[in-house]
């Protein structure tokens, strides 16, 4: 169906829908969830953490990445962040996934990892469908990008994000998780710096 036949209601939900839960704005800050293929718990060695980890500091660095909270957890991260200076965060998702989904399988394959024999398999078998030649696949496609809309919204997610790994019972208050930005809120020590917003 050619584009100039679409009545302009239905165009105008066919290009919202196309966008919906993509980063597309510049300056604007988004909620986004990054999940691994099949929930896969890449994430409970300290070198894939901190492949992570370094990831996230090299795009604020280098990238135009700003970040304002973060959680890092076993198979998904959460962040709320966006792109500055008129850079995509959809540009900088993209290749934030492609370099620590290689930096993920550099793992794998050369340091100790006794699951190494069933999560190879899983991601590489992750990528038959796919049309370009990949090997393995890590990441699960898009983040889920939910534009802030209210202070009302920024702390509900500041507060989800945070709560994580109290909620999955992995410590008793969200400052005791290491790999989150609960830390940088509480003024602890920290692995990533973040940008601590003063919203409450």
Same mark, same amino acid.
């Given at each position: 169906?050619?584009?100039?036949?679409?009545?302009?209601?239905?165009?105008?939900?066919?290009?919202?829908?196309?966008?919906?839960?993509?980063?597309?704005?510049?300056?604007?800050?988004?909620?986004?969830?990054?999940?691994?293929?099949?929930?896969?718990?890449?994430?409970?060695?300290?070198?894939?953490? /901190?492949?992570?980890?370094?990831?996230?500091?090299?795009?604020?660095?280098?990238?135009?990445?700003?970040? /304002?909270? /973060?959680?890092?957890?076993?198979?998904?991260?959460?962040?709320?962040?966006?792109?500055?200076?008129?850079?995509?965060?959809?540009?900088?998702?993209?290749?934030?996934?492609?370099?620590?989904?290689?930096?993920?399988?550099?793992?794998?394959?050369?340091?100790?990892?006794?699951?190494?024999?069933?999560?190879?398999?899983?991601?590489?078998?992750?990528?038959?469908?796919?049309?370009?030649?990949?090997?393995?696949?890590?990441?699960?496609?898009?983040?889920?990008?939910?534009?802030?809309?209210?202070?009302?919204?920024?702390?509900?997610?500041?507060? /989800?994000?945070?709560?994580?790994?109290?909620?999955?019972?992995?410590?008793?208050?969200?400052?005791?998780?290491?790999?989150?930005?609960?830390?940088?809120?509480?003024?602890?020590?920290?692995?990533?710096?973040?940008?601590?917003?003063?919203?409450?």
């Amino acid at each position: 169906m050619a584009w100039n036949c679409i009545p302009r209601v239905q165009l105008k939900k066919l290009v919202s829908m196309s966008t919906k839960y993509k980063a597309t704005e510049t300056d604007t800050a988004y909620f986004i969830t990054i999940t691994t293929v099949e929930w896969i718990d890449v994430f409970t060695r300290l070198n894939q953490k /901190y492949a992570i980890i370094n990831s996230l500091d090299y795009c604020q660095k280098h990238k135009e990445l700003e970040i /304002y909270a /973060y959680c890092l957890m076993s198979n998904h991260l959460h962040l709320l962040c966006k792109g500055i200076n008129g850079v995509l965060l959809s540009d900088i998702m993209k290749d934030f996934k492609k370099f620590t989904e290689k930096k993920i399988i550099e793992n794998i394959l050369n340091e100790p990892e006794s699951r190494k024999e069933w999560m190879l398999p899983l991601f590489k078998k992750a990528c038959d469908h796919l049309k370009r030649d990949q090997t393995y696949k890590v990441w699960q496609n898009g983040y889920h990008a939910e534009v802030t809309t209210s202070n009302w919204f920024i702390k509900q997610k500041l507060n /989800y994000i945070h709560q994580n790994p109290v909620v999955e019972k992995i410590v008793a208050y969200p400052e005791d998780y290491y790999f989150s930005s609960a830390r940088n809120y509480a003024s602890l020590s920290y692995p990533l710096q973040v940008e601590v917003l003063n919203i409450f």
